[in-house]
Structures are given as structure tokens and as C-alpha cells.
């Protein structure tokens, strides 16, 4: 049973920004002062899994960074919008592209750039260290802060609701 109070089932897309959420809220900068982003490896196996799934994943952020477009792109993921400084519009117009109804979407977001966003789909969702204000939007909040397991506690549970987490299936576990 999820501890989140949404029929997680009906859920066909998930939308996340980045700094914040799939990578910690401090990334360090190279010498040139071009932002470092981690990523987690757990993160990067549950959204190659949702793919897999049949499940819509973009991403949307201000962030202008060849490095997260390619790294988001091997795990499968084509939806991918670098230096977004207003985020609804790309959101809208991805949810149109991909025939997605305001409920049938979650939107992850931390920061005050991510509140329009999650004021417009079905499921917000906030990072355990998201800004105060985000959370007051967000429906639901993560055990997992930034960077550390977002995307894997959100996507595992919409995964379980639809009967496909760990279901064995060879082709997953690659």
C-alpha cells in the first residue's frame, strides 16, 4: 500500500526538473564555474524502467547543460527541455504532444520556478528539501532529498500500483 493519497495507477506521466531534484541542491562548480550535477544511480534505473513501462518522463529545467541531456537520453529518455525559464508552457505543450490529461501527470519540483507547474497536474511532488513554499503546493513529499532517491520512491510506487515493479521481466534488468 502507497503512502500516497493518489490513485497512482492512472498516473501515464511524470515531468521533473533538475537542480534540486535529481541532483542535489549544491552541485559544484569546474574551474570555469560550469555546474558539476551529480546524478543517482538508482534514480537513473527507475526512469530507464518507467520508459520501459510505457510511462511519459521529461524533463524540464533551467538548466543549460549538454551533460544532462546526454545523460538523461541513455536511460531512454527523448523528452528532454534544457533553459526553460517558464516551465508551464513546455509542460502543457509536452502533455498535448503526448495526449496526457492534467491527471494523469505528476510534476517534481523544488524551488519557486516549479510552483505553476504543480499547481497544473494531477500529482505535485516536492523532495524532502524542497523550498517551504513548494511544499505547501505538493500533494506529496519524498523521504529522499534532492539528488538522493527521488525518482526512484516516486516512480517505484507508481510502478508498483501498475503491477510493474520487479515483475522479473528479463528485459527490465538491463
Known sequence: MSSIDYD??????????????????TVPMDSHGVPQRMTNLKDGYA???????????????????????QRFRGLGITDIYLKTKDKLPVLQDWMGRRGLETHEVAFVGDDIPDIESMQNVGLPVAPADADPDVKDVACFITRASGGYGVARELLAEILKAKGLWMTKDEDWFQ
Open 47 to 69: 526512469l530507464q524502467l518507467a520508459v520501459k513501462c510505457g510511462i511519459s518522463i521529461a524533463i524540464i529545467t533551467g538548466a543549460d547543460s549538454e551533460a544532462i541531456a
Open 8 to 25: 497512482l495507477s492512472t498516473l501515464r506521466g511524470v515531468a521533473f526538473d533538475v537542480d534540486g531534484v535529481l541532483s542535489p541542491s
